[in-house]
């Protein structure tokens, strides 16, 4: 393993003095008096003399701030040498006659560090040892050799030993790598027996029939939900567990290693794994454990939306008959408009009623009503019933599923648990009838008749079909509760396991309420949300009581005293905001979106983040850079590698090989938070907002082709697939998820704001009645966050209070009566220990939001934890509700920022522009990369026209121009009019840099002043 993983201009930056912030500046290079003392030691012969005094200054601070002194020591940042150079009255230039002679300076430094009390660390020392000990246990953990060399550079400086020269400690993390190898190799040998090795090599010889090799098969995730597709993922499974694989314990390994391993082997070809020789058993090992798991949880899921499928069309099948129905009934409503009067007529007498109808209906018309049967419908309108017509289909996996999977239940599912082992034992032999003691309380009472009237019958085929159905639909909704679980699953484990155990919570506790500023017990959390919803509710009380009846605008209550809510007038925008604002964008200059992203890297350096998946932080060459830049470009714009290989004139399989080993999610991630946080520092940003408020919202976006994540929905005009983003207040998008469309986008809106790893300081969330689920304001408050929704139908939702009516209307006779239910006090005392400990599961990471959410808001009535997290949310939309209803500009506050995430829906879909805009990559692994390189862009855009905004603002007041900060707030970034992302794509590093200043900017479109005063573009 090469240990040289630096440039040489880069390993020339880390044995200089880099660039000094304003901050470091103080922080480092700030004398105390005693470090005056040290430097003038004025007890010898008068003390030293002023350029030994600022040399030696220099060292001191330099050492504390860098953990060495670069051998050039004069080319410390000038700020700091004026600042130095203050404290010690002395003039700056004096630092140039300092320590002319090398054998000075380091005596010098030796002095220094006996000073700050810094020491050496000689090769061979015991403090060396610990560093290298130290390096293996990291690079059990990492596998980034740049990552390793900063932890060795902060574990030295912790330690207060000078850093060792950039070529020792890239030998030590090399020897680190090649420990951990051969560590691996020690901690999974016990499990790599002759047979095991036999079976993980049989994985890289191609099979005749697969027309593969067994690796590819086993890689390769399914892309539609059929019945063939769930045979398929059985026979992969049960191939994994004939090689014990679901067995396999490697624990021994640090979660991130058997993830970087597994990561190495999905991802490298057979003629690489060949290659590494005995290295590739481990690599295998750790990819085919995974497997075991990610195929279980493939299972489970084609067998729930193959199921779902079928219930679908079931459903599309009644309502088209329900739609039949009602035209035939409405000829029969017709008739029933005459029959009606003449019955209800007492003038006319009975022996004359026949004769009358006749006369006046005809008899064709009876005959046909007559004709036309109409028979009662069954309380579910006929489902149960569509829904057999595919019990054949549906037979063909679902005793296969049944067979292969071990599905386990909570407490309050023991009826259906011991009917799946009656279903287990009827496919296993054959049997046709159902026993007659079969429980069927797991039956919804909308299909209960279909299974009375099939005993009552005698028709044992009938009630076998309806019994198994529901059967096999109430195991699908269990799995999606949590009330079904399944061992060795990850997504479909026991929801108990999920969560910190009493044990590893009770030492987690104190520090999670302290971070999330919740009282540690009940009594004294329930009285802090008492005193939020009394607070709450005074101002909704104030806001009726004060609002007037003829004022229309306002939340007021009519003369029924029902709420009344009109709809927020539009936020006027100051028509000086509206030139200013196409003043600065006509002033932007035009770029081409590479140039765009070549200039951006290099203010941000967000191309560094792309780091090979074998661990290999190679220099990034100008052409690795291209390359990336060309991939990233071909995601966002939909142009795909083909195109883009002929757009740019680099090669497919250079540009294959890039995104394979470069672009993926965990990169994208980081180069995006590198982007965000870039945007986060600019002042103009600022003005936008503060970054602690965000949005989420899903863009629906067309997909061509077979797709396990897409859906056909008819509102968006075919098949789709969503993209759910988060949104600062500052217009920079920091989450990106891609999920099934018909799935509830509340079960997502937790991740990314606890999974923000951006410095944006997000505190409060928007979303629209998407989010506004009961669980989701429960677990917002319950890990320090804020949930304000814009809610539909705000007057119809359930208003919580915590005293009996007459109590609460004394005290608001305005508001009380809203408040319809009584808030269950108890329930919330008596799991509020596990409230918490749910919580800190997710704030800590050991559970995911959207696991949590999605299972707790499934959940039965039977489960008291989800119960009581129901309520605790119910009081939450109380008081968000109250708070909502009485103060207008937080209900703006809410709106404008939820407008900023759907503006950037344009944005979006201008960048993924090419095959009009339709995905069409299958997996989902391939859907998240592409939506994260649209993520990126899209903040590169927005990055970059911010910066370029300040720079026109700057000019237009260099001018003399009043450019009031008020109206800076309605400047939005979020368009793509300078920027040029179509035809030939040109990615030139070199040229691109070229054409910069000296600062790395491009000019700004010139203005010039007509004679009135107003500001126009001259030509581009």
């Not at 500023?517 to 008492?530: C, D, E, L």
């Not at 209550?557 to 509206?578: M, Q």
């Amino acid at each position: 393993m090469a240990t040289r993983f630096f440039s040489d201009e880069q390993m020339e930056r880390l044995r200089s003095f880099p660039d000094i912030g304003k901050e470091e500046l103080i922080r480092h290079f700030t004398l105390t008096r005693t470090d005056l003392a040290f430097i003038d030691n004025l007890g010898r012969s008068g003390g030293r003399g002023p350029e030994a005094r600022i040399g030696m200054a220099v060292q001191m601070c330099t050492l504390q701030w860098l953990g060495f002194v670069p051998d050039d020591i004069w080319s410390v940042p000038q700020a700091a040498v004026i600042r130095l150079a203050g404290q010690l009255a002395v003039f700056p230039a004096v630092l140039d006659y300092y320590g002319k002679r090398a054998q000075t300076r380091s005596d010098h430094l030796a002095v220094v560090a006996k000073y700050l009390t810094w020491k050496q660390a000689p090769p061979g020392s015991d403090e060396i040892k610990e560093l290298e000990q130290f390096l293996i246990d990291r690079a059990m953990e990492h596998d980034s050799p740049t990552l390793l060399f900063n932890l060795a550079v902060e574990y030295l400086m912790g330690a207060k030993y000078i850093r060792p020269g950039v070529v020792i400690l890239m030998e030590m993390v090399g020897t680190a790598r090649n420990a951990a190898g051969a560590l691996t190799s020690e901690k999974v040998d016990h499990l790599l027996t002759d047979q095991m090795r036999s079976d993980l090599d049989r994985l890289l010889r191609e099979d005749v029939g697969l027309g593969m090799t067994w690796l590819a098969w086993l890689t390769r995730p399914a892309v539609e939900a059929t019945a063939a597709s769930v045979k398929v993922g059985v026979e992969k499974l049960e191939f994994l567990r004939g090689m014990d694989a679901h067995l396999l314990d490697l624990s021994v390994l640090p979660r991130e290693r058997r993830r970087f391993l597994a990561t190495v082997g999905r991802r490298s070809t057979v003629q690489a794994l060949e290659q590494r020789k005995e290295r590739r058993f481990p690599i295998l090992l750790a990819l085919v454990a995974q497997s075991a798991v990610d195929q279980l949880d493939e299972v489970v899921v084609l067998f729930d939306q193959a199921v779902s499928a079928r219930e679908s069309r079931a459903k599309a099948k009644t309502n088209e008959a329900l739609i039949e129905r009602a035209k035939a009934g409405e000829v029969r409503q017709l008739l029933l408009q005459v029959v009606l009067p003449v019955l209800a007529d007492p003038g006319i007498a009975d022996r004359d009623v026949g004769g009358l109808l006749r006369e006046r209906i005809g008899m064709q018309r009876l005959r046909e009503a007559v004709a036309t049967g109409w028979n009662p419908l069954p309380k579910d309108h006929g489902r149960l019933s569509a829904m057999a017509v595919s019990y054949s289909y549906l037979r063909q996996f679902t005793s296969i599923v049944l067979n292969a999977i071990d599905f386990q239940g909570s407490p309050g599912t023991v009826d259906l648990m011991e009917a799946l082992w009656i279903l287990r034992d009827l496919n296993r032999l054959g049997g046709r009838k159902v026993p007659a003691g079969a429980p069927t309380s797991f039956v919804p009472s909308r299909y209960a008749d279909y299974l009375d009237k099939a005993r009552k019958g005698g028709d044992d085929t009938a009630f076998r079909h309806y019994w198994e159905l529901c059967v096999i639909m109430a195991l699908r909704d269990g799995l999606r509760s949590g009330d079904v679980f399944v061992p060795g699953s990850r997504r479909y484990a026991d929801p108990g396991t999920y969560l910190f155990t009493p044990e590893q919570w009770e030492p987690r506790k104190a520090e999670f309420c302290t971070l999330v500023r919740k009282p540690a017990g009940a009594a004294a959390a329930i009285v802090q949300a008492k005193d939020e919803l009394h607070e709450a509710l005074e101002s909704l009380e104030e806001t009726l009581a004060n609002a007037l009846p003829g004022d229309v605008g306002a939340v007021r209550l009519d003369e029924d005293d029902k709420l009344v809510i009109p709809p927020l007038s539009a936020e006027d925008l100051p028509s000086e905001a509206k030139e200013l604002r196409a003043e600065l964008a006509g002033m932007l200059p035009f770029a081409p979106i590479a140039s765009l992203l070549i200039e951006l890297d290099a203010r941000t350096g967000f191309l560094a983040c792309f780091t090979h998946a074998g661990g290999r932080k190679l220099a990034q060459s100008v052409e690795l850079k291209r390359n990336i830049l060309a991939v990233l470009i071909a995601g966002t714009t939909n142009l795909g590698l083909t195109r883009m290989s002929e757009a740019c004139g680099v090669s497919y399989d250079t540009l294959a090989w890039t995104q394979e080993w470069y672009v993926r999610e965990e990169t994208l991630r980081e180069a995006n938070n590198a982007i965000v946080n870039h945007h986060y520092t600019l002042d103009l940003a600022k003005k936008f907002g503060g970054g602690t408020m965000s949005s989420s919202d899903g863009q629906r976006f067309p997909v061509r082709g077979k797709s396990n994540t897409a859906r056909d929905m008819v509102i968006h005009g075919g098949r789709v697939l969503s993209t759910y983003t988060h949104v600062s207040d500052q217009w920079s998008t920091y989450g990106t998820k891609q999920i099934v469309p018909t799935t509830r986008e509340a079960h997502y809106t937790l991740d990314e704001v606890l999974g923000n790893e951006t410095d944006l300081p997000i505190r409060e969330h928007a979303t629209d009645t998407h989010g506004a689920t009961l669980v989701n304001f429960a677990m917002f408050d319950l890990v320090g966050k804020a949930l304000t929704p814009r809610i539909r139908d705000l007057g119809k939702i359930t208003l919580v209070r915590d005293d009996a009516p007459t109590a609460i209307n004394t005290l608001y006779p305005h508001a009380g009566p809203l408040l319809a239910a009584r808030w269950n006090e108890d329930l919330v005392a008596d799991c509020y220990p596990d409230l918490l400990r749910v919580a800190g599961s997710l704030k800590f990471g050991e559970a995911t939001a959207s696991l949590i959410v999605g299972k707790w808001s499934a959940a039965s009535r039977q489960n008291t934890l989800a119960a009581a997290l129901k309520e605790w949310g119910t009081l939450r939309r109380t008081i968000h509700t109250a708070r909502y209803l009485s103060d207008p500009l937080y209900r703006r506050k809410i709106s404008r920022q939820l407008n900023k995430g759907e503006s950037l829906h344009a944005l979006r879909r201008d960048l993924h522009y090419a095959q009009q805009g339709t995905i069409v990559r299958p997996h989902l692994v391939d859907q998240t990369e592409q939506a994260w390189c649209l993520t990126l862009l899209t903040n590169a855009v927005i990055c970059w026209t911010t910066e370029y905004y300040s720079k026109a603002i700057g000019e237009l007041r260099g001018q003399g121009r009043d450019v009031p900060d008020h109206l800076l707030s309605h400047i939005a970034p979020g368009h793509s009019e300078n920027i040029n992302f179509f035809g030939m794509i040109n990615v030139d590093v070199e040229a691109e840099l070229a054409k910069l200043d000296g600062a790395g900017w491009r000019p700004l479109r010139p203005t010039t002043v007509n004679e009135s005063g107003t500001s126009f573009m001259l030509g581009p």
